[in-house]
């Protein structure tokens, strides 16, 4: 079983910056690939990003590509995501998961555990 909370949402103007965090309990953090998911009102969850759980390997979605970045430290349990250059088109509740020994991932189905997520909301 793997717990996983997000934190460092919040508001912030168009072209801002905010880094969310997601930490995760358990001491097998390191053989699950993580995702950063996003949902806005009334619209379908859809991928964000991805890190695999071996290499490290990184995957975006198109409209973050070149602004988001995500990482992730094994020794504290946590992945992370950088978002910079902020658009008001990025507001969504964004909810980190976890899915074990797969890479590539971007299906919300095949993931495993999910946060509660963390409010993000970009003003213009």
């Known amino acids: 079983q793997v717990q996983l909370v997000e934190s460092g949402g919040g508001l912030v103007q168009a072209g801002g910056s905010l880094r969310l965090s997601c930490a995760a309990s358990?001491?097998?953090?390191?053989?699950?690939?993580m995702g950063w998911f996003r949902q806005a009102p009334g619209k379908e969850r859809e991928f964000v990003a991805s890190?695999?759980?071996?290499?490290?390997?990184?995957y975006y979605a198109d409209s973050v590509k070149g602004r988001f970045t995500i990482s992730r430290n094994n020794a504290k349990n946590t992945v992370y995501l950088q978002m910079n250059s902020l658009k008001p088109e990025d507001t969504a509740v964004y909810t980190c998961?976890?899915?074990?020994?797969?890479?590539?991932?971007?299906?919300?189905?095949?993931?495993?555990?999910w946060g509660q997520g963390t409010q993000v909301t970009v003003s213009s």
């Open positions: 998961a976890a899915v074990r020994q797969k890479s590539g991932v971007s299906r919300s189905d095949e993931y495993e555990y």
């Open positions: 358990g001491r097998t953090f390191s053989t699950y690939s």
């Open positions: 890190i695999s759980w071996i290499g490290g390997r990184t």
